[in-house]
C-alpha cells in the first residue's frame, strides 16, 4: 500500500468500527470538561468519571469553586493522584475565569494553555471536544497508534501530533482522535496485545509494534 491508501484504509476501518463515538469524560459543559480532562491527568477515564460526580455536586462552575478551599477540592479528588497540584490548579484557573473571562472557558488555545495546570494536550482537548475546533490532542493510545502504523517515528508526542496533522484530513481530526482512543483500548493496548486482532496493524503497521521510551509530557501539565 501506498501512503495514502494506508491512511484511508485507517480511516475507514475506524469509521466502521466507530460511526459513533463517546466522549470518554463525562461533563455537561466547558467548564466541567476542563477539570475532568485536568484530573485526567496520569490517572483513568473511569476514575474520573467516579469522583466528578462527587466534586461537582458541590461546585461545577468556577463561582462555586471558588467558595471551596484548596483542601476541601484535594480531599474530593485524591483517589485520582496528584490532589495537591491538580486541587491548587483547579482553584487557582477558576478565579482566572471569573477575573479575565466573565466565568467562561476561553475558546483559545493560548489562553487555555495559560491557565494553571492546563498544557496543550487539555487545551487540545477542550476545543476539539468543547468547541468543535479542530485539533489532535495526542495521548499514549495515540502516540502508540501512530508508531505502530508506521505514521511517526514515536520519538515524542509533539512530532506525534505534528505528524497525524499532516497526515489526516483536518475535518477528520476530532473524530479520529476519538476513534483512536478507543481503538487503542480495545483492539491495540500496550499490554496484552494481539496482532492478530489488530486489524490496522496487520495490514499496514509495524509487527513488533512497541516504542522503547514514550517521551511525553505526561505529567500534570498536559
Known amino acids: 500500500m501506498t501512503k495514502t491508501e494506508k491512511v484511508a484504509f485507517t480511516i475507514e476501518t475506524l469509521d466502521k468500527l466507530y460511526p459513533e463515538i463517546p466522549i470518554p469524560l463525562d461533563h455537561k459543559d466547558p ?13 483513568t477515564d473511569v476514575r474520573v468519571n467516579q469522583i466528578t460526580p462527587l466534586l461537582f455536586a458541590k461546585a ?3 463561582y462555586d469553586m471558588i467558595k471551596l478551599s484548596v483542601e476541601e477540592i484535594r480531599d474530593i479528588i485524591k483517589p485520582v493522584g496528584l490532589s495537591p497540584m491538580k ?9 482566572i475565569l471569573i477575573e479575565k473571562h466573565q466565568g467562561k472557558v476561553p475558546i483559545d488555545f493560548d489562553a487555555l494553555e495559560a491557565l ?9 482537548v477542550v476545543m476539539s471536544q468543547a468547541f468543535g475546533i479542530p485539533a489532535f490532542p495526542v495521548d499514549t ?14 520519538k515524542n508526542v509533539v512530532q506525534t501530533e505534528k505528524d497525524a496533522k499532516r497526515i489526516f484530513p483536518k475535518e477528520k481530526w476530532n473524530i479520529l482522535h476519538l476513534q483512536m482512543i478507543w481503538y487503542g483500548r480495545e483492539y491495540s493496548p500496550a499490554r496484552g496485545w494481539n496482532l492478530e486482532k489488530d486489524i490496522i496493524t ?21
Open 202 to 222: 496487520k495490514t499496514i503497521g509495524r509487527k513488533s509494534g512497541s516504542i522503547s521510551k514514550v517521551v511525553c509530557d505526561f505529567n500534570l501539565r498536559v
Open 87 to 95: 486541587s491548587k490548579g483547579i482553584y487557582e484557573l477558576s478565579h
Open 31 to 43: 467548564y466541567t470538561l476542563l477539570i475532568a480532562v485536568l484530573l485526567s491527568a496520569q490517572s
Open 60 to 62: 461545577d462552575n468556577p
Open 116 to 124: 494553571p495546570a492546563v498544557g496543550h494536550k487539555t487545551a487540545s
Open 141 to 154: 493510545h495515540i502516540h502508540r497508534l501512530m508508531y505502530r502504523w508506521g505514521f511517526s517515528s514515536g
